[in-house]
């Protein structure tokens, strides 16, 4: 730690030396760390926090409404100072990346840069109805077409499906697109194979779109068993769904080689591209065999997360799948304008075999406009470095921390975008859970635990290249103490955090009995 | 690069812990002949905030906004007034760059957000429960269509013609995959909505009803009467509402009978967007929460007895089903869900209704105004902020030769049912508290012009 | 009345044609706290091997197979409101289901509990 902090100053040492007493408040505050009431306890019918120009509001014009209700909905309202109090309390209950580092792997926690925000307001984006007529909305498809390119060219591949409202929306028209295509040449065939080590929306995503998923196993260095893979391709085999860089956060360096064996056996490949991020700008998905990848934009191309979604998740799709896209897209005309393909007008685009709809209108637009933002202001080079600087962080603290914690596949060699380690050497009693839940007392996001499943107590550590070395340093400094602590069987430890706005929370009581709606 | 805090001396310290000549050595799994020695070819490099904001601000130029012009469309996304407060609470960095509320004890303000959302959205649809959020409008309506197939265990769903064809589509495409049987009827130029004729098509087979509430036309059908004969069957009623703003004047649909709610909640809080991101609304009866697709927020204590938030009820996800999974659904909508959330709590109950009421109002002066337009016909008796009107000639062209004209004047039916020559002179107006009389007039008087 | 185990860990206690089944002691203890668990309903005809419930705890959602063929009588309705049974009491007053056997034979694959306890002891 004095490496970072050559001072030697810290926050904590106080003058006299005498600890705080334990104090309790009336309020039960403390100090900034406020409690908020739920807008049911402090709100009620009547406020409002809204003003109507309702001058010549004319309530005979309101007759011949069916089914009106005889009272308004029972909701509590708040003016407008009583509503920001409430909201921006209740963000300070939450850990963001504006707050510090946030290395959940595989969910690539990156800066969102404000510009973005800035951007995706602009009324010709944010103001405008998704049937307008298309002369009235250029700007908008122009944005989507811009970025429908770029993907496009950052992947080698050849065309995009924008639609998809999230990584997982993707996944399955990533499928649809492939069912389709063999449906077209009648080729019926009912399994996709998934790696073991997959994320669960994989499977998932394979049943919903009625296929039986069939797992493969990984290798002993945390890679797709090329051997058991290959050797279960055949005529029922539609596909196989693989994650590059995978979830242990390795290369899947035969992919190219499984692509060609799937092609061989009148199979398609579909890649999850949720890690993308440690490749862009590097290598093109398209140059080893991929057929269908999406792209979360909330991932590589930083829109904001937002506690949950919105998502993107837009699929390019090689020469073989693209015509089975679903609609709608965007289409350059020879006038430089930009065309909405939809329904009726698939045909004359070469798209008659499209599978169908997703979603309703045309996909996230709030999300395509900040991802344009992000790659127009990074370019290619300076994608480029993004993933050189995402891999080295990830490495950095691989080597920074492979002494006092086990590291699995360190020996293997680099690790890609995010270290994994277990929780192999804690105290008898210790687990992942108490280290995680460590973090939080030292003002860290925990990493992602227990996955991959394959391997037992895994932390997924991303650090993402928004992190300066000093950020790095500082969390490995955390993260030494605390393995230590779990080695040693630090008993204080096992309650963290303890410095949170909550405790651990009781889950079994919250499922057991689930209170989903306040009843008062 | 202004976003990459790592320097040239910085690299070399960390490749030289890391035990790496270069950076591109860290690489060194991806076969060669798949790694691109500089830049991908064909791209720009990386531009100052000020040359993309040029771009960008360019770009938006091209397009003509709801705010610029007198605006009436509707059909399944809507123009509503959004205070300014909602738009900055939501850029707050605690909720704009949070994740999902996997560690509860630093996401109480995420968690008590989607509590309280879940409570508004039950009470405004009068169901039990109601989830975290989805996609959006057409998504969910799938949703619902699976889950009543997994409750019911049977696979035929009943689609009025009054659901939004988005919807419809989005339905029928994931039914070509599932083996699901759908139903559906075009929606027909007249002033009732297709009730008789959909309790027509219930059988024993019936897993579910979708029914649009308002209809895709504006028209309100007789949920309660659609719900009994549903229900006589063993079969779920799915009301599907696309302009929640509407259930601030007329009864909920759970309190009509409605098994499962689904919605759009983009026009509160949300804007227009050009259709994305919006969100779904989900709610249903207490009985059907564990066959609910979707994240769920639930009340808990923490170790000290302090009441809490947790996601809860998640075995019934991907991560942890996989394949057995109610859904594939991984994310949810969260941050239009807070948008719509404060929209909520700054109108409250009292706000909802005047702001309903105003909308419609709105809307009966526009159609009073339009019915004067020579060869206009009003087609809806039933109305919220949304009707269907008949025009003399193709509505397609008709709202063309309007945004030539500076008016946005509506949704014809020809782009939403192309092919489907009955529906070719239908046009959608749809009006709001945005609506002013001046906005009315210049649509009259370009239509006038337009049809003259 | 003789009791037979399975290797997905649950019992089967039989009495003539009829047989209670639940999941054993050691199941429990390795699922943690359950938070619920779904019943088939009576009158489902189950083959052996089928699942047949979920039992649900707070990070796991655990298939339950029929260890023997037959048809299901009732499931354990105190479940519903009480799901921590299968902690306190699972191969007592935390069972799952009750059933005919259609085949009695089948029972003559399961373990006793000599062999379930030194099975659970290899693993």
């Known amino acids: ?102 290395p959940l792997g595989s969910c690539t926690m990156k800066h969102n840069p404000r510009l973005d925000e800035k951007v995706a307001r602009m009324p010709g984006f944010a103001d405008v109805h998704p049937l307008q007529p298309q002369s009235t909305v250029q700007g908008a498809l122009k944005v989507m077409n811009e970025l429908a390119q770029w993907l496009i060219t950052l992947t080698g591949m050849h065309g995009v499906a924008m639609t998809p409202k999230a990584g997982a929306h993707g996944e399955l028209c990533g499928l649809l697109c492939i069912r389709a295509a063999l449906e077209a040449r009648g080729d019926a065939r009912e399994v996709i194979l998934v790696p073991e080590s997959a994320h669960g929306t994989n499977p998932a995503t394979a049943a919903f779109a009625g296929y039986r ?194 590291a699995p596949f360190g020996a293997a060699g680099p690790c890609m975008h995010e270290a994994l380690f277990s929780d192999d050497g804690f105290a008898e009693g210790f687990s992942t859970l108490d280290l995680a839940k460590g973090l939080i007392d030292e003002g860290f996001h925990p990493m992602t635990v227990y996955f991959p499943l394959v391997v037992h107590g895994a932390m997924l550590v991303e650090p993402t290249e928004t992190e300066s070395k000093r950020s790095l340093d500082q969390f490995i400094g955390a993260m030494r103490s605390l393995a230590e602590r779990a080695r040693a069987g630090d008993e204080a430890l096992k309650s963290a955090p303890h410095l949170a706005p909550r405790r651990r929370l009781d889950e079994t009581l919250a499922a057991r009995k689930p209170k989903l709606v306040w009843k008062g | 690069m202004r976003y990459l805090p790592l320097n040239d001396g910085d690299r070399a310290a960390m490749l030289e812990r890391v035990g790496a000549g270069s950076v591109d050595d860290l690489f060194a799994d991806v076969p060669v002949e798949a790694r691109l020695a ?85 009470r405004l649809f009068g169901t039990d429960v109601a989830n975290a959020s989805l996609y959006d409008g057409s998504t969910a309506c799938w949703e619902a269509i699976t889950m009543a197939g997994r409750v019911t265990r049977r696979s035929k769903a009943v689609l009025s013609g009054g659901v939004h064809p988005h919807y419809v589509e989005t339905a029928r495409t994931m039914a070509k995959f599932t083996g699901d049987r759908l139903v559906t009827r075009l929606p027909e130029l007249v002033a009732a909505s297709d009730d008789d004729a959909v309790i027509a098509d219930i059988d024993g087979e ?26 006589a069957k063993g079969a779920l009623l799915i009301v599907v509402v696309t302009e929640p703003v509407a259930l601030g004047l007329l009864e909920s649909p759970g309190a009509l009978g409605a098994d499962i709610v689904v919605g759009e909640g983009q026009s509160l809080g949300v804007g227009l967007q050009f259709g994305g991101p919006y969100l779904g609304l989900f709610g249903c009866r207490e009985k059907y929460v564990r066959q609910m697709p979707g994240r769920l927020c639930g009340e808990t204590l923490d170790a000290d007895g302090k009441r809490g938030f947790v996601l809860t009820l998640s075995t019934r996800e991907q991560h942890i089903r996989r394949e057995k999974a109610t859904s594939n659904i991984c994310t949810n909508s969260g941050l239009c869900a807070l948008a719509f959330s404060i929209h909520l709590t700054l109108l409250g109950g009292k706000g909802l209704e005047k702001m309903a009421k105003l909308s419609r109002i709105r809307a009966v002066q526009t159609a009073q105004a339009l019915a004067k337009v020579p060869g206009v016909t009003i087609v809806n008796d039933s109305y919220f902020n949304e009707f269907a009107v008949v025009l003399p000639k193709d509505a397609r062209t008709v709202v063309r030769d309007l945004a030539d004209k500076g008016v946005l004047g509506g949704v014809s039916l020809g782009r939403l049912y192309p092919g489907a020559e009955a529906l070719s002179g239908g046009l959608l107006v749809t009006a709001s508290e945005c609506t002013s009389a001046d906005d009315i007039a210049a649509l009259v008087s370009a239509l006038e012009e337009v049809l003259a | 009345m003789p009791r037979y185990f399975t290797k997905d860990h649950e019992w089967i206690e039989v009495e003539g044609d009829a047989a209670t089944v639940g999941i054993t002691e050691y199941a429990q203890s390795q699922l943690g706290d359950i938070t619920f668990v779904e019943l088939p309903a009576a009158g489902a005809s189950v083959g052996k091997g089928d699942s047949c419930s979920v039992v649900d705890s707070v990070k796991a959602a655990s298939d339950v197979y029929a260890p023997v063929s037959g048809s299901v009588t009732e499931g354990n309705a105190a479940l519903e409101d009480q799901p921590e049974l299968v902690n306190s009491d699972a191969e007592g007053a935390g069972w799952l289901w009750r059933m005919t056997l259609s085949d009695a034979g089948e029972l003559a694959d399961l373990m006793d509990e000599g062999a379930y306890k030194a099975y659970v002891a290899e693993l």
């Open chain 2, 206 to 231: 019936t897993a579910s009803v979708v029914v649009q509430y308002p209809d895709v036309m504006g028209r309100v059908p007789d949920l309660a009467k659609i719900a009994q004969a549903a229900q």
């Open chain 1, 213 to 406: 998923v069939e797992n493969i196993p990984a290798t002993a260095d945390g890679r797709v068993d090329v051997a058991a893979l290959t050797a279960r391709l055949g005529p029922d085999v539609a596909g196989v769904m693989i994650t590059n860089p995978n979830t242990c956060g390795l290369f899947e360096r035969d992919l190219k080689t499984i692509s060609d064996a799937v092609h061989a056996a009148g199979g398609f490949v579909y890649c999850d591209g949720a890690n993308f991020n440690a490749i862009v700008g590097r290598v093109r998905p398209g140059d080893l065999g991929v057929d269908a990848m999406h792209i979360n934009l909330h991932k590589t191309f930083s829109t904001p997360h937002g506690g949950g979604g919105p998502g993107s998740g837009p699929v390019v799709l090689s020469e073989a799948l693209a015509p089975f896209g679903p609609l709608p897209f965007t289409a350059r005309q020879a006038d430089g304008s930009v065309r909405l393909v939809e329904e009726e007008t698939a045909a004359e685009e070469g798209h008659a075999q499209a599978f169908g709809r997703m979603c309703a209108f045309h996909g996230q637009m709030g999300m395509y406009t900040r991802a344009l933002a992000y790659i127009l202001s990074h370019g290619a080079d300076g994608l480029r470095q993004v993933s050189g600087d995402a891999v080295l962080n990830a490495n950095y603290v691989l080597r920074s921390l492979d002494d006092v914690l086990d």
């Open chain 1, 1 to 102: 730690m004095n490496e970072i902090n050559p001072s030697g100053w810290r926050p904590s040492i106080s003058a006299s030396g005498v600890a705080a007493p334990s104090i309790e408040t009336f309020t039960d505050n403390r100090a900034l760390q406020l409690e908020e009431a739920l807008i049911f306890e402090i709100g009620n019918l009547e406020h409002c926090g809204v003003d109507f120009d309702d001058d010549d509001l004319d309530e005979t014009l309101l007759g011949g409404l069916p089914s009106r209700r005889s009272a308004p909905v029972d909701l509590p309202g708040l003016t407008e100072p009583e509503a920001v109090r409430h909201y921006t309390r209740l963000s300070r209950q939450n850990y963001a990346i504006d707050l510090g580092l946030f």
């Open chain 2, 38 to 122: 500089g830049p991908v070819p064909g791209l720009p490099m990386h531009a100052s905030e000020m040359a993309v904001e040029r771009h960008m601000a360019r770009l938006s130029g091209e397009s003509l906004t709801a705010g610029q012009a007198p605006f009436f469309l509707g059909a399944g996304a809507y123009r509503h007034h959004v205070p300014a407060s909602v738009d900055h609470l939501i850029q707050r960095g605690e909720f704009l760059t949070a994740y999902t509320p996997y560690q509860p004890e630093i996401a109480q303000g995420t968690l008590q957000v989607l509590f309280e959302f879940q409570t508004q959205v039950a």
